[in-house]
């Protein structure tokens, strides 16, 4: 989780809030 974090707060660009949310809805989801 601490990796995650990183990655989402690591910048703010909309391209970032795009990866931020494809992993929230596409990635989480497949480890529970």
Known sequence: ???F???VY???S???QR???YVR???M???G
């Open 25 to 27: 809805d596409e990635v």
């Open 10 to 12: 690591q910048s703010h």
């Open 1 to 3: 989780e601490a990796g």
């Open 19 to 21: 990866f931020a949310d």
């Open 14 to 16: 909309p391209d970032q």
């Open 29 to 31: 989801p497949s480890f």
């Open 5 to 7: 974090d990183h990655i």
